[in-house]
């Protein structure tokens, strides 16, 4: 029998563009009325939904003439998405990244609770920040060492990775890749909502930490309950992996990295920033870095250009999501499917509808694993079934969030997760039973948090 094979991200997603073309000959043509909000956002206007009086076809070729439109509608995000992952990348060439994490290592090792939550809670930032996934990848093989040292297993290291990453992005207050889009799709303020996203962080980072240091207990006290028992280490017989020591530029490199969130943080509030001076601040920042991590301009060229070639895949998945919504929007059946999906959980309250929206994404996140791309597939249906059913759209972006970061730790589609676990040599089937009771626990608290949000009117 032949295994069924999940398509690579860019196929699925131009595969739902040519479904959206077939939808517009299928589905009912119509829209809603819209109106300008006193904040200057456009939102529809509920029972105002009406069908069009003659249907109009999209054709194979109009399809095709969407995608480079979708890019030119999605250029900023897209150019953003470049530089950051050029400027992320000169930064790891200075050894900033691995003289952080060595130097963190180093001091909690021996203190294997602190070292689980010093982990979970730096990655978590890190992702919540900067929107860090691959880069922990070279970590992986440090910590599978040091929990060695400690009796512990792989198991635990991948725990402690993972967790960070995942909840990162789920709670995230400034994720330039899911944060910024996911509001920008949704016609918020850049970054808004940022309290309740800061004070939620460490409640679930205390939730990942938990679920990583009780099992390690466990192990702790019985090597024999390992998930790993019976199954080689990666490292064999080998010692701690090597890392450099954090010297005084790489200190500075670092208080100019908060410098620069700082300024950007500022700039937004009083000037109203967007993508365009974010980049700008990037840019400088990289400089600064070039400067303060003695490289020469040629190899932080090449470096540049390689981070930015690694992100040339998350580009253009932007650019080809967008695609979707744009032959919805140009087949007039996007207000439809909104109207159809509304139907249903019109009738059981808003509250309900928010933890709707966020297993919807929690599905939708196995056939687009890419958190950019799952926004520009899922948000333009979101943002307006948000409104009609009194959700505010800050909350529908919270449910997107909790969606896409949450699922990230579990998902086999998910390249970052394969590769960490690989490393660390955990089957994924031993990877699945560890994580999905974390993932289960997540999930209920984040229910709690929208329920609460939509009761209390978040970001309204």
């Given at each position: 029998m032949t295994r069924f094979k999940v398509p690579h991200t860019l196929t699925l997603l131009f595969g739902m563009m040519v479904l959206a073309m077939i939808a517009t000959w299928i589905v009912p043509q119509g829209f809603f009325a819209t109106e300008?909000?006193?904040?200057?956002?456009?939102?529809?206007?509920?029972?105002?939904?009406?069908?069009?009086?003659e249907r109009h076809y999209l054709t194979p070729w109009q399809l095709l003439t969407a995608i480079p439109r979708a890019f030119a509608s999605a250029q900023d995000v897209i150019f953003f998405v470049l530089i950051l992952g050029g400027v992320l990348s000169v930064a790891r060439a200075t050894g900033t990244v691995d003289a952080l994490i060595g130097?963190?290592?180093?001091?909690?090792?021996?203190q294997p609770q602190k070292l689980i939550f010093m982990v979970v809670f730096c990655f978590a930032l890190?992702?919540?920040?900067?929107?860090?996934?691959?880069?922990?990848?070279?970590?992986?093989?440090?910590l599978v060492a040091l929990c060695k040292a400690m009796r512990l297993d792989a198991m635990t290291a991948v725990g402690m990775t993972v967790a960070g990453y995942g909840i990162g992005y789920?709670?995230?207050?400034?994720?330039?890749?899911?944060?910024?889009?996911?509001?920008?799709?949704?016609?918020?303020?850049?970054?808004?909502?940022?309290?309740?996203?800061?004070?939620?962080?460490?409640?679930?980072?205390?939730?990942?930490?938990?679920?990583?240091?009780?099992?390690?207990?466990?192990?702790?006290?019985?090597?024999?309950?390992s998930m790993m028992a019976g199954l080689p280490c990666p490292l064999g017989d080998q010692a701690a992996t090597s890392y450099p020591t954090l010297a005084f530029n790489h200190k500075l490199i670092l208080g100019s990295f908060l410098l620069t969130i700082a300024t950007i943080a500022w700039g937004i509030r009083v000037h109203g920033w967007y993508l365009d001076e974010l980049s700008a601040c990037f840019v400088a920042w990289?400089?600064?870095?070039?400067?303060?991590?003695?490289?020469?301009?040629?190899?932080?060229?090449?470096?540049?250009?390689?981070?930015?070639?690694?992100?040339?895949?998350?580009?253009?998945?932007?650019?080809?999501?967008?695609?979707?919504?744009?032959?919805?929007?140009?087949?007039?059946?996007?207000?439809?499917?909104?109207?159809?999906?509304?139907?249903?959980?019109?009738?059981?309250?808003?509250?309900?509808?928010?933890?709707?929206?966020?297993?919807?994404?929690?599905?939708?996140?196995?056939?687009?694993?890419?958190?950019?791309?799952?926004?520009?597939?899922?948000?333009?249906?979101?943002?307006?079934?948000s409104d009609l059913l009194g959700v505010p759209r800050q909350v529908a972006v919270l449910a997107y969030q909790f969606?896409?970061?949450?699922?990230?730790?579990?998902?086999?589609?998910?390249?970052?997760?394969?590769?960490?676990?690989?490393?660390?040599?955990?089957?994924?089937?031993?990877?699945?039973?560890?994580?999905?009771?974390?993932?289960?626990?997540?999930?209920?608290?984040a229910a709690v948090v929208l329920v609460l949000a939509v009761v209390f009117g978040y970001g309204q």
């Open positions: 300008v909000l006193a904040n200057g956002r456009s939102a529809v206007v509920p029972g105002t939904f009406a069908l069009v009086e130097r963190l290592l180093e001091r909690f090792g021996e890190a992702s919540s920040a900067i929107g860090t996934a691959g880069e922990y990848i070279p970590f992986v093989l440090i789920g709670v995230s207050a400034i994720n330039p890749f899911t944060v910024i889009i996911a509001q920008n799709i949704a016609e918020l303020p850049v970054l808004s909502g940022w309290p309740l996203r800061v004070g939620i962080f460490l409640p679930f980072v205390l939730i990942g930490f938990h679920h990583v240091w009780r099992y390690s207990k466990q192990v702790l006290a019985d090597p024999s309950r990289g400089l600064l870095t070039i400067v303060l991590g003695r490289l020469d301009a040629d190899t932080a060229a090449s470096t540049f250009i390689s981070g930015a070639i690694e992100l040339t895949p998350t580009a253009i998945l932007v650019g080809v999501a967008r695609g979707i919504s744009l032959v919805m929007e140009d087949g007039q059946i996007l207000h439809s499917l909104v109207h159809g999906l509304s139907l249903p959980l019109s009738h059981v309250g808003a509250e309900a509808a928010a933890v709707g929206m966020l297993l919807i994404q929690t599905l939708l996140n196995f056939f687009v694993p890419s958190g950019s791309g799952q926004a520009y597939v899922t948000m333009p249906l979101m943002v307006p079934l969606g896409d970061g949450f699922s990230n730790m579990i998902i086999p589609t998910n390249a970052v997760l394969m590769g960490i676990i690989g490393i660390a040599g955990v089957p994924y089937g031993h990877w699945f039973r560890f994580c999905l009771p974390l993932l289960l626990k997540l999930m209920a608290a």
